[in-house]
């Protein structure tokens, strides 16, 4: 299993990956008619893939944002402006890789990101996601609400909004630098001071 930084040529499969996973899971709950168009956030801090022999079998990516609500809630519980907070988003796994580890060591990549960027890591995840839930919980992530969004047109989802587990310490700047470079360029990294994220040697590449 590898995890890497995605590629601009990565975008048709990764597309594919979210239509059989809509099909299966039902995630996401609105898949707009150009999946593409939900994977290319052009603000996201980074965005990682899962390999399997050679084939892509997971996603995920980490955001400036979620919906209003969610942010407001993730703030508060935590006692921190929006803008220190970073999503972690667009997490999703091919039924062929289930119980591989791609989405655990997908969530401990886009955490250790975020950390290293000296943001807390937030998501939100809709209450019927129990598989998604139930992988949140053990590795450390704490509820902090359950609210309703609301989108034009009349949908809404019911979601809970998690919080990320806090590193035991601050990394330094040069140990921030040296890991965003690991992780843009895809190398192995061995972070320590991340509990529960599961990143310790993730091999990205």
């Known amino acids: ?16 990956l979210l239509r059989q996973v809509h ?10 008619g150009d999946p593409e168009s939900f994977l290319i956030q052009p603000d ?6 899962a390999e399997l022999d050679g084939t892509l079998v997971g996603h995920a990516s980490l955001v400036k944002r979620t919906s209003d609500p969610a ?7 935590l006692g921190r402006p929006e803008d220190e907070l970073g999503v972690i988003a667009r997490l ?14 997908l969530l401990g990549t886009a955490t250790a990101a975020a950390t290293a960027r000296g943001l807390w890591p937030v998501l939100d995840v809709t209450t019927d996601a129990a598989a998604a839930i139930a992988l949140y919980e053990r590795t450390g992530w704490t509820r902090a609400r359950t609210t309703t969004v609301r989108f034009r047109g009349g949908h809404s989802l019911d979601e ?3 919080l990320g587990p806090a590193p035991q310490s601050r990394l330094g700047a040069h140990a921030r630098f040296l890991l965003l470079s ?22 990205l590449s």
């Open 182 to 203: 690991q992780l843009a360029r895809g190398s192995a990294i061995t972070v320590g001071h991340f509990p529960h994220s599961s990143v310790e040697n993730v091999p």
């Open 1 to 16: 299993m590898l995890i890497r930084p995605r590629r601009d040529g990565d975008i048709a499969a990764c597309a594919e």
């Open 92 to 105: 999703f796994v091919s039924g062929r890789a289930r119980r591989s580890g791609a989405g655990r060591r």
């Open 44 to 49: 996201a801090y980074g965005c990682w893939v």
């Open 23 to 32: 099909e299966l899971d039902s995630y996401p709950r609105y898949l707009p």
């Open 160 to 162: 809970h909004i998690y």
């Open 71 to 77: 942010m407001r809630i993730a703030s508060e519980a």
